[in-house]
């Protein structure tokens, strides 16, 4: 729904369990390279986060994830990828 119809929605029924690996970066992260590539606004794809991944973003307001989407400090699991684009062709 958030790549086609462009909404993010929440799947009440659907839980997405937490996992110590996975941290808020790494989901910021990867919406980032799927909002880029899709140029959503940062807004909407801060949306998608917190409705998505309830487990990791509870606590966490949604203009505070949209300030922090891309982050490319410390280490992480899933990369920005600013190129991405240019893999695709």
């Given at each position: ?32 390279n799927i909002g880029n590539?899709?140029g959503y606004p940062l ?19 949604r203009t505070t994830v ?24």
């Amino acid at each position: 729904m958030f790549c086609t119809e462009r909404q993010a929605l929440s799947f009440p029924n659907i839980k997405i369990y937490k996992k110590s690996v996975i941290k808020q970066a790494d989901i910021k992260n990867f919406a980032w390279n799927i909002g880029n590539i899709y140029g959503y606004p940062l807004d909407l794809t801060a949306q998608f986060v917190c409705a998505t991944f309830p487990a990791w973003f509870a606590n966490t307001e949604r203009t505070t994830v949209e300030r922090t989407l891309r982050t490319t400090r410390g280490q992480v699991n899933i990369e920005i990828d600013p190129n991405l684009l240019s893999r695709l062709e």
